[in-house]
């Protein structure tokens, strides 16, 4: 997984507001919603209760009060993973809301003058000027310059990106930091629409709903807590007819042991570090329902424009005419191109510059030189220049326009053109004058690492299905080089819902993103809906996520975090779940007396339950990592994956327990604690 959220948790500040906030956490009307540690809670109150019955009463209380203290750690370490996981993204939302708060911005008028403004005065529209060493005032896009920015504190990630005016890197978001250059930025939110305000919200706002697949976790771990309990009030009636007196303390010790506390005290974080890791990649959750969807959808769809490829159609090749020198074609569709704004005009610039071995400082318009731009009725651009006509643009109009010229139009030419729409490309024919010189290839430009991207997902068994308005030839050229597992062409507005609902009807779980209005009903439609927040509002409430960078890609890193959550709940599932198992064994022969079975030698009955209580209550604090970090998404099929997470954590989760409890042991006996 990329781009995942690496701010440092473990600041002073940030552990002792978790602490606090344990404690606060201990109220049982906030533990009602962990039925599994509101169960310890209740077990820790009652041993309480029993070891200062024991002490007012003269009894031996040492044993009873070690119980108590240490169950008492089991509720507080899973309520301070829960704060823990809470406080990661309300700290890093009142960083941000400071900083907007405190930032001022140069704001240009019409006449270029700078005045100095508070951020919060600025608005959509207004443009400013950041330079080196400043922070952005608010979310916006580069309209001029180049800018090498911070965005950690967005994100986290210490890497700087680049920001440049053009193309699809142009976006700043407000508190990120200009390490280097200078930038003049179009803010393109209102106060209260930024990145931070919404942030902000999201984090204070009501909390966070539990998804249909932790509820069915819930009740299993439920069931498993009953099973246990049925099971330690047989022992106690067992052993009572064994002549074998076991200690309420025991009793409650041993329950608490045997049920999944360790998953029930981790869950809360897990879904919570869940959505923190959306946030991290600029994404807000309207739903948990979303996020814990994104984890089982098994097909994307994806539009090709703007996703699969940059969306602008690039100069790949220049191919002569017959008895003409690229050379002399790269000249004529540079000449050509020179007054060229467009994205393909400048890619035939530079395409030109890298066979003629041109440098920036090189390109210069000849004095006397007349530009026509393009028209839609000539579909045709170039330029006059001492007699000569360079055009460049749509074969038919630029065979007609050598026509007019009293030639023909090769055949060469024509083999060339046809070649390139063969390919799934686009032809652009050049001439001067009544001469034809060849074609240019035009051809969608995927993006940089979607086909690795669409790869990984196959591997985790999630189909992709590009849709597009182009012809089936040149969609089958471009579902080829991406890697793409179908496409639909010729694609109208109503195809995205139709597909959606055939999609469903076949029992598949379905992503998509969009922006446009027509996208609404489809997105309404679809499982996990994300919508670009550069969109339309209807497509912003027909969506479940909202992508504040407006980045079509970010669909499928929010499969694979929603894949992520799954994977680490599962995986920690496993582990608890092993660990019961494990502790059944270690502890019931020692606690019985039966020593041809006490496998780890614990030394007495005393020090097996303490030992697997410390355990117990321990293990939970040192998995917060990786609840918090989430168990890394291993691209494989399902198969690999149920068989690593058996092997990793199931075995683990048998094997750690008679470790840790025998060494615990070896230290309690020590240390004459019991």
């Keep these: 997984m990329e781009n995942t959220n690496k701010r440092n948790i473990w600041t002073r500040k940030m552990i002792l507001d978790a602490?606090?906030?344990?404690l606060l956490k201990l109220n049982p009307v906030a533990l009602f919603s962990n039925p599994v540690m509101l169960i310890v809670e209740i077990g820790s109150v009652i041993t309480t209760i029993v070891t200062f019955a024991d002490i007012f009463g003269g009894k031996s209380f040492g044993f009873d009060l070690q119980i108590s203290i240490w169950l008492w750690f089991t509720v507080l370490f899973a309520n301070f993973a829960e704060a823990l996981a809470e406080g990661k993204g309300k700290a890093q939302a009142d960083t941000l809301k400071r900083a907007r708060s405190e930032t001022s911005a140069r704001k240009l008028d019409k006449d270029s003058k700078e005045e100095q403004v508070p951020a919060l005065s600025l608005r959509k529209g207004d443009i400013v000027l950041v330079l080196e060493n400043e922070i952005f005032p608010c979310d916006g896009d580069v309209i001029e310059g180049v800018a090498l920015v911070d965005e950690s504190a967005i994100t986290g990630e210490s890497a700087p990106v680049v920001r440049e005016s053009g193309g699809d890197r142009s976006g700043v978001t407000g508190g990120t930091k200009l390490l280097s250059g200078r930038a003049k930025v179009r803010i393109t939110a209102d106060p209260g629409e930024t990145f931070i305000d919404q942030m902000v919200k999201m984090v204070e706002s009501a909390k966070r709903n539990k998804t249909p697949n932790e509820r069915a976790l819930e009740i299993l771990l439920i069931g498993l807590t009953v099973l246990f309990l049925v099971v330690v009030v047989t022992l106690y009636y067992f052993a009572a007819y064994m002549n074998i007196i076991i200690s309420v303390p025991v009793l409650i010790a041993l329950l608490v042991c045997l049920m999944p506390t360790t998953i029930g005290g981790l869950l809360p974080a897990i879904g919570i570090a869940g959505m923190d890791r959306l946030l991290a990649h600029?994404?807000?959750?309207?739903?948990?329902?979303?996020?814990?969807s994104a984890g089982d959808v098994n097909v994307v769809l994806l539009d090709k424009t703007g996703t699969v490829t940059l969306g602008n159609r690039m100069a790949a090749e220049f191919i002569p005419a017959e008895g003409v020198k690229e050379e002399e074609l790269a000249k004529a569709a540079l000449l050509s191109s020179l007054a060229d704004e467009t994205p393909e005009g400048r890619s035939i610039v530079t395409l030109a510059k890298e066979k003629l071995g041109l440098k920036g400082s090189d390109i210069k318009s000849p004095e006397g030189i007349h530009f026509v731009k393009f028209s839609a009725e000539t579909r045709m651009s170039g330029a006059d220049l001492d007699g000569k006509k360079v055009r460049k643009g749509a074969v038919e109009s630029v065979a007609e326009f050598v026509r007019s010229f009293g030639a023909e139009f090769p055949e060469s030419a024509q083999r060339g053109a046809d070649h390139v729409s063969g390919d799934g490309g686009t032809p652009l024919a050049v001439c001067e004058n009544g001469r034809a010189l060849g074609i240019i290839r035009l051809k969608d430009m995927l993006k940089h690492?979607?086909?690795?991207?669409?790869?990984?997902?196959?591997?985790?068994?999630?189909?992709?299905?590009?849709?597009t308005g182009d012809n089936p030839l040149t969609a089958v050229v471009i579902a080829a080089e991406a890697g793409v597992s179908d496409f639909i062409a010729l694609a109208k507005p109503e195809t995205k819902l139709n597909s959606i609902r055939e999609l469903q009807r076949r029992g598949y779980m379905v992503a998509m993103i969009g922006d446009g209005t027509n996208d609404a009903p489809a997105l309404a439609q679809a499982d996990v809906a994300v919508a670009m927040n550069a969109g339309t509002q209807a497509a912003r409430e027909a969506a479940n996520m909202i992508d504040l960078d407006s980045n079509p890609t970010k669909l499928l890193d929010i499969v694979e975090i929603g894949k992520q959550i799954l994977i680490t709940r599962g995986s920690l599932t496993t582990f608890s779940v092993a660990n019961d198992v494990s502790k059944y064994f270690a502890i019931i022969p020692a606690l019985a007396g039966l020593a041809m079975l006490?496998?780890?030698r614990l030394a007495n009955p005393h020090s097996a339950v303490l030992s697997a209580v410390i355990f117990n209550a321990i293990v939970i604090p040192m998995l917060i990592p990786l609840s918090l970090r989430g168990v890394k998404c291993k691209y494989s099929s399902s198969?690999?994956?149920?068989?690593?997470?058996?092997l990793v954590y199931g075995l683990g989760g048998l094997v750690i327990p008679f470790i840790g409890i025998k060494l615990i042991d070896i230290i309690i006996v020590s240390l004459r604690l019991a």
Aim: proline share 0%; hydrophobic share 45%; net charge positive.
């Design 598 to 600: 006490n496998i780890m």
């Design 449 to 467: 690492g979607i086909k690795e991207r669409l790869g990984q997902l196959h591997q985790l068994g999630i189909e992709s299905i590009m849709i």
């Design 19 to 22: 602490a606090g906030s344990s």
């Design 282 to 292: 600029n994404v807000i959750a309207l739903s948990g329902k979303a996020v814990e």
């Design 639 to 646: 198969a690999d994956l149920l068989r690593r997470n058996l």
